[in-house]
Structures are given as structure tokens and as C-alpha cells.
């Protein structure tokens, strides 16, 4: 099976000059583009030569010419109109792969720069309003060109068919039809001005709106335990007003704009029409009565383009700021950069801090100051502390998901800085607190990444991890869907699955960021036994804030306020009677 399409696409800056980025969106596809406008020129030919056709009937009948001529003129009618079928189906196969194509390429040049984002940007952000970018406003990118392209591409091919043949048949009255474009121009100068403003007020509106109902879908056992329903409605129907005042807003100035445009070229139509008939009527251009019909005939459709253009001014401006929402993820700097560090093939598991400092972006406080500590391979290190002690953080330095301050932090001797992290968290697994399944298999959430894996490493890995009881109570064992975010089944039981997927990976380094402290005594037990598998020949930290699940750890760390107070196993750090032995104290009574 073939991979997906996933090259990322070079675009220039989007926030800068979304109008130029869209132009880049389409260069590659350039080819297929210039064939597929060809094709829908020559499909919409009846819209500019059937006037002629019709003009030339008129006089036939009002001259009293032959049926032949009619006859020829019928003919040429059908195999305009025939020919409209297959080019435009060629169009539509044409212009959609080239649709289909970009907003492709747009989500997955997002979502490949998401994954590349820092932790610190994810934290930032919300997964609602990320949601939006990768899926409204690429949607507004394709709806943008599935909308405006063919709609104005048949505009430009009739004005420029309706002059040329106006010139051809008419030439005096090629300078009225000019008359059309200066109000055009000041029309669409107009609304530009005044749209991209209210487009990009009712985009950040969405995008709040959004956030707002992702913070309520998150909240909803808080609310409804706590009896805050009605509260939790009134601030989601705030930020629905906000959203419907900036609609209406903006569906005010395109409705306004639509009609100042409507009336202007229907005024310019009967103008054109009364002027070509007493031009006829006078003698003074020799007009005959067909050529007056065709005059008629091409301002309607002169100025009828020109209106459909001015009508897709708010659709390329929305268009656009989709585009320039798009490039704020895409220009976003905090980029964990990997491209040219040092390769790694193994991992030995030693791990060594030296000095290590940090300070999170704009908070005065030290998280973590001045930490020194070596593990050695396969050892077990737990780290313990109040809140805010710096236990977690210590983690996310390890992962490469925050960087330190001032020291380094060495894998084997070597300086985690000059190392490709995505290289080294294959030799990595995590079992956070909460466990996150997604609605797939038991089998696939446990092979989530990992390909060719047979079904006994599989098993091992669940009897390892102690879980085979809940897959022999599942209706189709390891085949059963597990539900988004794993919601059939238990805290406990999602959290050996987790183990399980740790296992299967087989990892040199692990991290348990407090895996237990969400779960009930019963619940614990079980993964106790399973944790006391995973933790073998393994360099292991462990976040704990219960003290019983880290007595077997080879050492413990004591946090507080970011620096080391206490280390030692579990029974030296007890008979210390320090910081640990009062943490003891205080959660058993």
C-alpha cells in the first residue's frame, strides 16, 4: 500500500502576503491548471457566440432570407452547445484532483508542522482553534477556488468574448462597454478595504467560539457534577452573540455591496440598450435591428461578469484570511529543530545532568536550579515533592519537550542537544497519568506507530502487563473498539493497556509521570505488578506523588523548589526523618 501524499509544500510568507501565497499554493499545479481553464473557455463559448447566432436569426427573418442560411446558423447553435459535455467534464476532472490536491497538501503540511511545534507552543494553544485552521479554513481555501475560479474565469472569457465580438460587429460602441470597468474598479477598491477587516474580526470570532465549546466538551463532568450547567450555556451563548454580530456585520457590507453593484450595471444596461435603439432608430450608426439585440445581448453579459466579480471579492477575501490563518501555525518559530543533529542507532540508557537550570518563558521563578544527578543504566529513579517541586518538568527535560536554561543533560555521554530527539524517543515510552486511547482496537492502540508486529509479541506484551482478564472479557477480545479515548473502558484498565504499549515497544529508557495516583488501591495492585515487569533491565524515571509505588525504586529523589534536598533509597531517606520521611508520614497516618 502506498504511503499518503505528505511533502510538505514551500510557501512563502502567508501572513505577510496571502495573496502571493495563494499564487505558490497553485504554481505547481500550473499545468494542469492552464488545461483545464482552456477547456472551460472553449465549454462556455455558446455564453459570448450564441448572441451572434442569435443576431444573425433575426436578421435572416426580418430580411426574409433563405431556410439554408437558417439552416447553417441552427447547425452551428447544436455544435456549440454539444461540445459544452465533454469539455466540461474534462474541466471538472482537471480542476477538481487540482483542488483536492492543494487541501490536501495544506492539512498535511499542517499537521506534519504540529508535530514538529514544541511542546511549549502546544501547551499555548488550543485544540479547538487548532481544529478550526486544519479543517474550516482549508475547507475556505477549497471552497475559495471550487467557487471563484470557474465562476470567475467564465466572467473573464465572456467580457473578453463580448468585447471582441462587440468590436467586431459594433466598434463605436466598444468605448460605451469601457464605461463598466472605472466603476468596477472603484466598486471592488471599495469593499476590499472594508471586507478583509471584517472577515479576519469574524475569523478570530470562530476561532474563540471554538476554543469555548472544546473548554465545555472537556468540562461537562465538572459541570454537571458541580450543578453549573446553566453557567457553562451562558458562556458558550456569549461568544455565539459575538460570533453572530460579526456575521452580521460582514453579511451587511456583502449584501450592501452586492446590491450597490446590482443596480449600478442594470441602470448601465438600459442605458446601453436604449442608446443602441436610437442609434437605429436615427440613422446615426447603421445598427440593424439583430445588432441591436446583440448590444443588448453583450452588456447583459458584460456587465453580468463583472458583477459575478465583484460577488467573489468576499469570497477570495475570505479565502485569503483562511490562507493568512493557515500561515500563523505554519510561521509559528517554536519549531523543535532536529534536521542536522548527530544520528543514534542504540541506547545504553545512562542519563547524566549537569548543572541543569530552567526557567519557563516570562516566569521569574526557577523551576529547576541547579540539578546534578547520574543514572546509570537500567537503574530506577523516582522523583518526589510537593507541587510545583519540579518533579514533572525534570521529565520534560529528559524528552527534549522543554530545554534547559543553562547546564546539559547527556544520554550515554553525549550532549541531548546535538541529538535527532526523534531518533532517541524510539527508544523511549511513556505511561502517563491519564492513559489516551483512540477510537481504534485494543490490538491498534497497543501497536499505535509500529509496524509488522506479530500477534505473539502482542500477547506477551499483555500478559506482561497483566491485562489479558480484560481482553478475554471484551466481546471481540483485542478486535473490540475501545471507543474515543478508550471511554468503555476503566481508568485501571486503560492504564495496563497503556503499560502494554510501553511494553511492546520494548524501550531502553521509560517514564511513569504519576501512573497511579488516579486509580483506586484494587486498581493499583494490579498495576503494581504489571509496573514491577516494565521496570526490569530498564532505565526507569518514575514521577510518583504515591510513596508506596516507588519503595522498590533503586533511588529517590526529593524535589523542592527545583533543587535536590534528599537522595536515597527508600529506607536510608526514612531513617534521614527529612523531607521524605515527613511526605511518609503524612500519607500513611
Same mark, same amino acid.
Given at each position: 500500500?502506498?504511503?499518503?501524499?505528505?511533502?510538505?509544500?514551500?510557501?512563502?510568507?502567508?501572513?505577510?502576503?496571502?495573496? !502571493?501565497?495563494?499564487?505558490?499554493?497553485?504554481?505547481?499545479?500550473?499545468?494542469?491548471?492552464?488545461?483545464?481553464?482552456?477547456?472551460?473557455?472553449?465549454?462556455?463559448?455558446?455564453?459570448?457566440? #450564441?448572441?451572434?447566432?442569435?443576431?444573425?436569426?433575426?436578421?435572416? &427573418?426580418?430580411?426574409?432570407?433563405?431556410?439554408?442560411?437558417?439552416?447553417?446558423?441552427?447547425?452551428?447553435?447544436?455544435?456549440?452547445?454539444?461540445?459544452?459535455?465533454?469539455?466540461?467534464?474534462?474541466?471538472?476532472?482537471?480542476?477538481?484532483?487540482?483542488?483536492?490536491?492543494?487541501?490536501?497538501?495544506?492539512?498535511?503540511?499542517?499537521?506534519?508542522?504540529?508535530?514538529?511545534?514544541?511542546?511549549?507552543?502546544?501547551?499555548?494553544?488550543?485544540?479547538?482553534?487548532?481544529?478550526?485552521? &486544519?479543517?474550516?479554513?482549508?475547507?475556505?481555501?477549497?471552497?475559495?477556488?471550487?467557487?471563484?475560479?470557474?465562476?470567475?474565469?467564465?466572467?473573464?472569457?465572456?467580457?473578453?468574448?463580448?468585447?471582441?465580438?462587440?468590436?467586431?460587429?459594433?466598434?463605436?460602441?466598444?468605448?460605451?462597454?469601457?464605461?463598466? &470597468?472605472?466603476?468596477?474598479?472603484?466598486? #471592488? !477598491?471599495?469593499?476590499?478595504?472594508?471586507?478583509?477587516? !471584517?472577515?479576519?474580526?469574524?475569523?478570530?470570532?470562530?476561532?474563540?467560539?471554538?476554543?469555548?465549546?472544546?473548554?465545555?466538551?472537556?468540562?461537562?463532568?465538572?459541570?454537571?457534577?458541580?450543578?453549573?450547567?446553566?453557567?457553562?450555556?451562558?458562556?458558550? $451563548?456569549?461568544?455565539?452573540?459575538?460570533?453572530?454580530?460579526?456575521?452580521?456585520?460582514?453579511?451587511?457590507?456583502?449584501?450592501?455591496? *452586492?446590491? #450597490?453593484?446590482?443596480?449600478?450595471?442594470?441602470?448601465?444596461?438600459?442605458?446601453?440598450?436604449?442608446?443602441?435603439?436610437?442609434?437605429?432608430?436615427?440613422?446615426?450608426?447603421?445598427?440593424?435591428? *439583430?445588432?441591436?439585440?446583440?448590444?443588448?445581448?453583450?452588456?447583459?453579459?458584460?456587465?453580468?461578469?463583472?458583477?459575478?466579480?465583484?460577488?467573489?471579492?468576499?469570497?477570495?477575501?475570505?479565502?485569503?484570511?483562511?490562507?493568512?490563518?493557515?500561515?500563523?501555525?505554519?510561521?509559528?518559530?517554536?519549531? %523543535?529543530?532536529?534536521?542536522?543533529?548527530?544520528?543514534?542507532?542504540?541506547?545504553?540508557?545512562?542519563? !547524566?545532568? %549537569?548543572?541543569?537550570?530552567?526557567?519557563?518563558?516570562?516566569?521569574?521563578?526557577?523551576?529547576?536550579?541547579?540539578?546534578?544527578?547520574?543514572?546509570?543504566?537500567?537503574?530506577?529513579?523516582?522523583?518526589?515533592?510537593?507541587?510545583?517541586?519540579?518533579?514533572?518538568?525534570?521529565?520534560?527535560?529528559?524528552?527534549?519537550?522543554?530545554?534547559?536554561?543553562?547546564?546539559?543533560?547527556?544520554?550515554?555521554?553525549?550532549?541531548?542537544?546535538?541529538?535527532?530527539?526523534?531518533?532517541?524517543?524510539?527508544?523511549?515510552?511513556?505511561?502517563?497519568?491519564?492513559?489516551?486511547?483512540?477510537?481504534?482496537?485494543?490490538?491498534?492502540?497497543?501497536?499505535?506507530?509500529?509496524?509488522?508486529?506479530?500477534?505473539?509479541?502482542?500477547?506477551?506484551?499483555?500478559?506482561?502487563?497483566?491485562?489479558?482478564?480484560?481482553?478475554?472479557?471484551?466481546?471481540?477480545?483485542?478486535?473490540?473498539?475501545?471507543?474515543?479515548?478508550?471511554?468503555?473502558?476503566?481508568?485501571?484498565?486503560?492504564?495496563?493497556?497503556?503499560?502494554?504499549?510501553?511494553?511492546?515497544?520494548?524501550?531502553?529508557?521509560?517514564?511513569?509521570?504519576?501512573?497511579?495516583?488516579?486509580?483506586? $488501591?484494587?486498581?493499583?495492585?494490579?498495576?503494581?505488578?504489571?509496573?514491577?515487569?516494565?521496570?526490569?533491565?530498564?532505565?526507569?524515571?518514575?514521577?510518583?506523588?504515591?510513596?508506596?509505588?516507588?519503595?522498590?525504586?533503586?533511588?529517590?529523589? &526529593?524535589?523542592?523548589?527545583?533543587?535536590?534536598?534528599?537522595?536515597?533509597?527508600?529506607?536510608?531517606?526514612?531513617?534521614?526523618?527529612?523531607?521524605?520521611?515527613?511526605?511518609? %508520614?503524612?500519607?500513611?497516618?
Amino acid at each position: 500500500m502506498n504511503a499518503p501524499h505528505t511533502s510538505p509544500i514551500p510557501l512563502p510568507p502567508l501572513g505577510h502576503n496571502p495573496g !502571493r501565497a495563494f499564487l505558490g499554493l497553485l504554481r505547481p499545479h500550473r499545468g494542469k491548471l492552464l488545461l483545464a481553464a482552456l477547456a472551460f473557455i472553449v465549454k462556455d463559448s455558446p455564453l459570448w457566440l #450564441m448572441p451572434v447566432i442569435t443576431a444573425r436569426v433575426i436578421d435572416i &427573418v426580418v430580411d426574409r432570407r433563405s431556410l439554408t442560411e437558417l439552416a447553417i446558423a441552427a447547425g452551428l447553435a447544436v455544435v456549440l452547445l454539444l461540445q459544452n459535455y465533454p469539455l466540461h467534464m474534462a474541466f471538472t476532472r482537471l480542476f477538481s484532483t487540482v483542488t483536492r490536491r492543494i487541501a490536501a497538501d495544506l492539512r498535511n503540511t499542517l499537521t506534519e508542522h504540529l508535530q514538529s511545534l514544541s511542546i511549549g507552543y502546544h501547551s499555548r494553544a488550543s485544540a479547538a482553534v487548532i481544529q478550526t485552521k &486544519v479543517v474550516r479554513d482549508v475547507e475556505n481555501v477549497e471552497l475559495m477556488m471550487q467557487q471563484a475560479f470557474p465562476a470567475a474565469l467564465s466572467a473573464v472569457a465572456a467580457l473578453t468574448g463580448a468585447i471582441i465580438m462587440t468590436a467586431i460587429q459594433v466598434p463605436a460602441f466598444v468605448l460605451v462597454f469601457a464605461l463598466t &470597468v472605472p466603476i468596477a474598479v472603484l466598486l #471592488m !477598491r471599495y469593499v476590499r478595504a472594508r471586507s478583509r477587516h !471584517r472577515n479576519e474580526d469574524f475569523r478570530r470570532q470562530v476561532e474563540q467560539f471554538s476554543k469555548g465549546v472544546g473548554e465545555m466538551a472537556t468540562l461537562i463532568p465538572i459541570t454537571r457534577a458541580h450543578g453549573l450547567e446553566k453557567v457553562a450555556v451562558e458562556r458558550v $451563548s456569549h461568544r455565539t452573540e459575538e460570533v453572530r454580530s460579526a456575521g452580521i456585520n460582514l453579511d451587511v457590507l456583502n449584501g450592501r455591496f *452586492g446590491a #450597490m453593484s446590482w443596480v449600478a450595471y442594470q441602470l448601465l444596461g438600459v442605458f446601453c440598450l436604449v442608446a443602441a435603439a436610437a442609434a437605429s432608430l436615427t440613422g446615426l450608426l447603421p445598427i440593424t435591428p *439583430g445588432q441591436v439585440v446583440l448590444l443588448s445581448t453583450y452588456f447583459t453579459i458584460l456587465t453580468g461578469g463583472i458583477v459575478t466579480l465583484l460577488s467573489l471579492v468576499p469570497v477570495f477575501t475570505r479565502g485569503l484570511e483562511s490562507i493568512r490563518s493557515v500561515g500563523e501555525v505554519l510561521q509559528d518559530p517554536d519549531v %523543535e529543530e532536529n534536521d542536522g543533529k548527530s544520528h543514534i542507532t542504540d541506547v545504553e540508557g545512562e542519563l !547524566r545532568f %549537569e548543572d541543569i537550570r530552567f526557567r519557563f518563558p516570562g516566569d521569574p521563578r526557577v523551576a529547576i536550579d541547579g540539578v546534578n544527578l547520574t543514572v546509570n543504566p537500567g537503574e530506577t529513579i523516582a522523583f518526589v515533592g510537593p507541587s510545583g517541586s519540579g518533579k514533572s518538568t525534570m521529565l520534560n527535560l529528559v524528552l527534549g519537550f522543554l530545554r534547559p536554561t543553562s547546564g546539559r543533560i547527556l544520554l550515554d555521554g553525549r550532549d541531548l542537544e546535538s541529538l535527532d530527539l526523534r531518533e532517541v524517543r524510539r527508544f523511549v515510552s511513556v505511561v502517563p497519568q491519564e492513559s489516551v486511547l483512540f477510537d481504534g482496537t485494543v490490538r491498534d492502540n497497543i501497536t499505535y506507530g509500529l509496524e509488522n508486529v506479530t500477534d505473539e509479541r502482542v500477547l506477551k506484551a499483555l500478559t506482561d502487563a497483566h491485562a489479558m482478564d480484560i481482553i478475554e472479557n471484551l466481546p471481540q477480545g483485542w478486535d473490540t473498539v475501545v471507543g474515543e479515548r478508550g471511554a468503555s473502558l476503566s481508568g485501571g484498565q486503560r492504564q495496563r493497556l497503556a503499560i502494554a504499549r510501553a511494553l511492546v515497544r520494548d524501550p531502553r529508557i521509560l517514564f511513569l509521570d504519576e501512573a497511579t495516583s488516579a486509580l483506586d $488501591s484494587e486498581s493499583e495492585s494490579h498495576i503494581k505488578d504489571a509496573l514491577d515487569t516494565l521496570l526490569r533491565d530498564r532505565t526507569t524515571l518514575i514521577v510518583a506523588h504515591r510513596l508506596s509505588t516507588i519503595r522498590s525504586a533503586d533511588r529517590i529523589v &526529593v524535589l523542592a523548589r527545583g533543587k535536590i534536598v534528599e537522595i536515597g533509597s527508600h529506607e536510608q531517606l526514612l531513617k534521614l526523618g527529612g523531607h521524605y520521611a515527613r511526605l511518609h %508520614e503524612a500519607q500513611n497516618g
